[in-house]
């Protein structure tokens, strides 16, 4: 089974009252960018990596990642002026002989392999699958941004992240439909969903942020820093000859809940 990584990047960071794109903001010496596309380069089941940054980007991107990113499975395209129209982008720029997408948010650095693994496999067995987290707030909806209109059940309300991981197939004729009907949406679950098709829900993680505000950005990087120490004080125990801990992650409860999905991050 061949697995193309597909990663927009080419978001800039007007919430963060920056002008360079989110994917190059310094995260611990270096871009998100990289440490996403190193998670993504490490995983077995990935094949190739195809990446799109804005097109003032493209050569920052070529001096940031050639050093850090193995060059034989990174393909890097220009984006367009939609998160939509760089996934598309990927989606030509890829191999004829994919047989699963799975497209990866380039702010999100904290996202392990065995997140990428679980939903891969879930998507293998269903065409269609997201990584996602339980709401830990109450949801209200609102129409008008003064008055809720109503409150959905909390235990129906998820959080969406990536990956997400679709069969090649789907993938495309979902964004072909979207294309043709002039839908845009935010993300590609939405446009698999017209066509109804259903998303199954795979374990994410509460670490797994998106980079979208400067706390964001602080946050993610208090989280390397203790996965660091963990990793050290594992090391330490282990050159003791005391059995090796491998700290894990808060997964989500339920990766195949039957909930529906209330909430997109």
């Given at each position: 089974?061949?697995?193309?990584?597909?990663?927009?990047?080419?978001?800039?960071?007007?919430?963060?009252?920056?002008?360079?794109?989110?994917?190059?903001?310094?995260?611990?010496?270096?871009?998100?960018?990289?440490?996403?596309?190193?998670?993504?380069?490490?995983?077995?089941?990935?094949?190739?990596?195809?990446?799109?940054?804005?097109?003032?980007?493209?050569?920052?991107?070529?001096?940031?990642?050639?050093?850090?990113?193995n060059a034989d499975r990174l393909r890097v395209v220009a984006g367009g002026s939609t998160r939509q129209e760089s996934v598309w982008n990927c989606l030509l720029a890829a191999s004829p002989d994919v047989d699963l997408y799975l497209v990866?948010?380039?702010?999100?650095?904290?996202?392990?392999?065995?997140?990428?693994?679980?939903?891969?496999?879930?998507?293998s067995e269903t065409g269609a699958a997201v990584a996602a987290v339980p709401s830990k707030d109450t949801v209200r909806l609102s129409r008008d941004g003064k008055f809720f209109c109503s409150t959905p059940e909390r235990s129906t309300v998820?959080?969406?992240?990536?990956?997400?991981?679709?069969?090649?197939?789907?993938?495309?004729?979902?964004?072909?439909?979207?294309?043709?009907?002039?839908?845009?949406?935010?993300?590609?679950?939405?446009?698999?969903?017209?066509?109804?098709?259903?998303?199954?829900?795979?374990?994410?993680?509460?670490?797994?942020?998106?980079?979208?505000?400067?706390?964001?950005?602080?946050?993610?990087?208090?989280?390397?820093?203790?996965?660091?120490?963990?990793?050290?004080?594992?090391?330490?125990?282990?050159?003791?000859?005391?059995?090796?801990?491998?700290?894990?992650?808060?997964?989500?409860?339920?990766?195949?809940?039957?909930?529906?999905?209330?909430?997109?991050?």
């Amino acid at each position: 089974m061949h697995v193309a990584a597909i990663v927009p990047a080419a978001g800039r960071g007007r919430r963060m009252g920056m002008g360079q794109s989110k994917a190059f903001l310094p995260l611990q010496g270096k871009p998100v960018l990289a440490h996403t596309l190193h998670v993504l380069g490490m995983c077995e089941s990935i094949d190739e990596i195809v990446v799109a940054v804005g097109e003032q980007d493209l050569d920052l991107c070529g001096r940031e990642l050639s050093s850090r990113v193995n060059a034989d499975r990174l393909r890097v395209v220009a984006g367009g002026s939609t998160r939509q129209e760089s996934v598309w982008n990927c989606l030509l720029a890829a191999s004829p002989d994919v047989d699963l997408y799975l497209v990866h948010d380039a702010v999100r650095p904290l996202v392990t392999h065995q997140i990428i693994e679980s939903v891969i496999s879930l998507a293998s067995e269903t065409g269609a699958a997201v990584a996602a987290v339980p709401s830990k707030d109450t949801v209200r909806l609102s129409r008008d941004g003064k008055f809720f209109c109503s409150t959905p059940e909390r235990s129906t309300v998820w959080i969406i992240q990536t990956p997400q991981v679709f069969s090649a197939e789907l993938l495309v004729k979902a964004h072909e439909a979207a294309a043709r009907d002039g839908y845009v949406g935010t993300d590609d679950a939405a446009l698999v969903e017209r066509l109804g098709v259903r998303v199954a829900v795979a374990s994410g993680s509460y670490e797994n942020i998106k980079i979208t505000t400067r706390e964001d950005l602080a946050l993610v990087e208090a989280i390397l820093k203790l996965r660091k120490e963990d990793e050290s004080r594992a090391g330490a125990r282990n050159d003791a000859g005391q059995p090796r801990h491998n700290p894990s992650l808060r997964y989500a409860e339920g990766s195949r809940s039957d909930h529906a999905v209330g909430a997109s991050e």
